[in-house]
């Protein structure tokens, strides 16, 4: 491939329209960074869906070509931890925010935003998990850096068919845990019982409404993608001692809620961003993704599309009608 006549998507501002387009790039338009990786596979995730729509909070300035995941092969480094042809993945920091993702066929980053690819795991696995399977990674190590493991009671899932929520289902079966998923798609409770669900729970059952400072306590532990009255929800019914983590906020950003559930049972709150995670710890989940976190069921929770076939693909989720993880095929 020519590495100054590439595709990408771009997205660009016309009188506060956001257009996007698979155009023609070279590498010349990339600006700075030490580091030139030929993309073979990103994903696609809810962030990226936010990007392409005009979200100054995710990309200030356009034209701008989104994608905060990356899997692909050094083509130039200056830094000499990497060589040439060396499999890598980049994920987080400013990837795809404002600096150019990967929805296109290259990108140039800084070597501090690399990891190298584990052995046990291909260039397209790393990107069935992405972000969305980090995230969820990084959400099981955060529970179990606070006491969780197995065996223990239930481990409530909230939005579980979306990518975080599939991913950590998955997870926490691998890992050996009882995951129980809630949805409000009625018609994916199979797909979540496939991955690993003891049990699927319908959203409304864990929204409460009735303005109670406390719940019965039914879990050991939660990853909550959601955010809003859910995870309120959620930390009102944790059990003495457990742990929330939170990194999404579909429902709300908001969150309502008294301190007894602190205080009374010991619950603890945990915040999860995966952007600026040290490089030190995304290596340690690395490493457990590909080996004793791999999951069996990745085919179940993976679309491939290729980069022509990427702007569907965000319609739907924007519309919420995507399941799992969208895998961008750049070679496609």
Known sequence: MDINNY?????TEDNGKFIRKITDRSTSSL??????????????????ALSVTGNKGVTRRYPHTPGIDAAGIIVDSADSAFNKG??????????????????????KVPSEWII????????????????????AAQSLYKLESEGLKPPC?????????????????????KAGYRPVASTGKREKHNYLRQLG??????????????????????WAGVIDTVGGNTLATAIKSAKYGASVTTCGMVQSPALNTTIFPFILRGVNLLGIDSAMCPKEIRNILWQKIANEWK????????????LEELDEKIDLMLA???TGRVVVNLDK
């Open 295 to 306: 999951i069996p069921t990745l085919d179940l929770i993976c679309i491939e599309c290729s």
């Open 197 to 218: 669900a003891v049990e699927v729970l319908d959203r409304h059952q864990i929204d409460d409404t009735s303005e109670r400072a406390i719940l019965k306590q039914t």
């Open 31 to 48: 600006g700075k960074g030490p580091t030139l990786v030929h993309v073979k596979y990103s994903s696609l995730n809810y962030k990226d």
């Open 116 to 135: 190298k690819l584990p052995e046990n795991l291909t260039l397209k696995e790393s990107m069935i998990y992405g972000t969305a399977g980090f995230t």
């Open 86 to 107: 060396d499999q890598v993945i980049v994920s987080g920091y400013d990837l795809g925010m404002n600096t150019s993702g990967g929805f296109s066929q290259y990108i």
């Open 153 to 173: 009671d239930d481990i409530l899932v909230t939005g579980a068919t979306g990518g975080v929520g599939s991913m950590a289902v998955a997870l926490l079966a």
């Open 320 to 322: 919420g009608k995507i």
């Open 7 to 11: 595709k990408a998507m771009v997205v």
